[in-house]
């Protein structure tokens, strides 16, 4: 049964950093690109960053230099890097490989 878990959100202040992961069941990561997603409230999902097969990584512009994607093939994981956050960045992240979707993990960036 393919299954994504995302992981890692939560409450942190602007400035701070966070380390998302998202696990995959039933299928291994690294044979597919692997995409974040988030969705801010009220607002449609838009993307994030992505991660190739190759490891070559690619980022929406309001979030190059901040956001660092990264697998580690061993734990069928993949990692999202949040640094310098902003309150702008508050939405509930999700990660899809293989076209499939987890359910998303809330991130809240307020003082």
């Known amino acids: 049964q393919v299954q994504l878990v995302e992981s890692g959100g939560g409450l942190v202040q602007p400035g701070g950093s966070l380390r998302l992961s998202c696990t995959a069941s039933?299928?291994?990561?690294?044979?597919?690109?692997t995409t974040w997603y988030r969705q801010a409230p009220g607002k449609e999902r838009v993307f994030v960053g992505s991660i190739s097969i190759a490891g070559a990584t690619n980022y929406v512009d309001s979030v190059k230099g901040r956001f660092t994607i990264s697998r580690d093939n061993a734990k069928n994981t993949v990692y999202l890097q949040m640094n310098s956050l902003k309150p702008e960045d508050t939405a509930v992240y999700y990660c899809?490989?293989?076209?499939?979707w987890g359910k998303g993990t809330l991130v809240t960036v307020s003082s």
């Open positions: 039933g299928f291994t990561f690294n044979w597919y690109t």
């Open positions: 899809n490989g293989k076209n499939y």
